[in-house]
């Protein structure tokens, strides 16, 4: 029996590991986009009809276009990496909602909304492209599933790995995993090595879609200027502190042009 339990443990265990292409690490992620994507865009058209989405204003526009360039550039990335295929159930989406919160946020499979209220301080097209490199990355990385699976841990105990969990767990797991459900929409927080790995990411995939990446740092100056020391939600969190961030964004911002460079991109906007 328990040797029924080890080889069980180890199947789910290498089945539930996933290749971050954009790290190389594995991670855990007991969850197949196929699983995982339905309950988001579920829940994205949910939060649509139930805020204010604002449609064919200057601004809705210049969104839709930065997301456009910004998961084409990712789709080269990833394609140039072997990894053709890889966004095929992706369904890019990106939408302004009129909120004077402070944020944007990405479920899984490029479900973007971005807030009125971040406008003020992204300023330009190519601070949206930082925000904008940010979110696709947490989508690209799978960090909602590594959440959910992490959850999925926690409930059932790491050797149960009961893979075939009921319907309505998996969207209850999904709902904590992103803190929807109840408050639709309001982010949990990712955590802080997430939120860093989404800052590296992203600020490659703006470089390739032709952005300065030096304006991440200049970016996250003015969220520190604007946060005035307040407990911010998802986009604002705290960890990794401002400071750290702005250092990060600065020393990655050459490796960014560098990698932009092998896709012909010498000149940012
Ligand atoms: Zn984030």
């Known amino acids: 029996m328990k040797k029924i339990i080890l080889t069980i443990a180890i199947f789910i265990g290498v089945a539930a590991c996933k290749t971050n292409p954009f790290t190389g690490k594995k991670v855990l992620n007991f969850y197949p986009n196929s699983q995982v ?14 805020n204010n989405v604002i449609e064919n204003s200057s601004e809705a ?4 276009k930065v997301g456009q360039r910004i998961s084409s550039a990712a789709e080269r990335w990833l394609t140039a990496n072997g990894y ?7 369904k890019w989406e990106y939408n302004l909602v009129k909120d004077e919160t402070v944020n944007a946020w990405c479920m899984p499979g490029g479900k973007i909304v971005f807030y009125t209220g971040i406008l003020p301080i992204t300023q330009t097209e190519t601070g949206v492209a930082v925000v904008m490199g940010h979110e696709v990355a947490h989508a690209l990385a799978d960090h909602g599933a590594q959440r959910m699976s992490a959850g999925t841990l926690q409930q059932i105990g790491a050797v149960a ?8 767990q998996k969207r209850n797991i999904f709902n904590q995993a992103y ?3 109840s408050q639709v929409g309001l982010m949990l927080p990712f955590s802080r090595g997430h939120e860093t790995e989404a800052d590296r990411i992203g600020l490659q995939i703006m470089a390739i879609a032709g952005y300065d990446p030096t304006e991440a740092a200049e970016l996250w100056k003015r969220m520190k200027a604007n946060s005035g020391g307040q407990a911010p939600p998802e986009f604002l969190s705290t960890h990794p502190s401002n400071d750290t961030r702005i250092n990060n964004l600065t020393e990655w911002a050459p490796m960014a042009k560098a990698e932009a460079k092998k896709f012909g991109v010498t000149s940012f906007e």
């Open 37 to 50: 994507f339905p309950m988001a865009f579920a829940q994205y058209d949910q939060f649509l009809t139930e």
């Open 61 to 64: 526009k210049m969104i839709t």
């Open 84 to 90: 053709a295929g890889y966004l095929k159930d992706y």
């Open 161 to 168: 790995g009961n893979v075939a969990i009921q319907d309505p």
């Open 179 to 181: 803190g929807v459900g």
